[in-house]
């Protein structure tokens, strides 16, 4: 990481022409389509493993319905309401694995209020 006081000097981003440019003539492993966090995640791994790795995106990256989670790991409890106890089971057990496993260092219990509407759908 640069010192404090360190000039910097940034590249241009490249334009979404000169991208194209440079897509059409390397040779990818793998390319993915989607930008996000299922599509970002799948070319990190994709690029950890050593593949080359092409993520493209329609419109921006992490544009779309990433840009809305509120980045809890709910483990969809809203779903039970509809009955789906074996989606609600699995989305747990993938709570545990990332809280416990994955990711320890990014997980933390966090205690708040749920507002319960008189009226409201809850
Ligand atoms: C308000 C809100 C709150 C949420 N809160 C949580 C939460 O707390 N915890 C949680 O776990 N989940 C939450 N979610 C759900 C979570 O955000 C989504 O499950 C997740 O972001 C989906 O990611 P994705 O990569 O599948 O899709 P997206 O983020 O939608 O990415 C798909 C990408 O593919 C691109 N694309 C689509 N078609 C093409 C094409 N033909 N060519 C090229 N690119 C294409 C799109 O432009 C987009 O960028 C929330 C969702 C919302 C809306």
Request: aromatic content about 8%; hydrophobic content about 40%.
């Amino acid at each position: 990481m640069p010192a404090l006081g360190t000039h910097l000097t940034y590249a241009p981003a490249p334009s979404r022409a000169e991208t194209r440019e440079q897509l059409s003539k390397a040779t990818y492993d793998l390319l993915v389509i989607g930008g996000g966090i299922l599509g970002i995640s799948t070319a990190w791994h994709a690029a950890q493993s050593g593949l080359r790795v092409a993520l493209v995106d329609a419109g921006d990256f992490a544009g779309a319905t990433s840009s809305a989670s509120s980045k809890l790991l709910h483990g969809g409890l809203r779903y039970l309401q509809t009955g789906a106890v074996k989606l609600v089971a699995e989305n747990h057990f993938e709570r545990r694995a990332v809280s416990r496993q994955v990711a320890p260092h990014l997980a933390n219990p966090l205690t708040f209020y749920l507002p319960v509407y008189k009226g409201g759908p809850h």
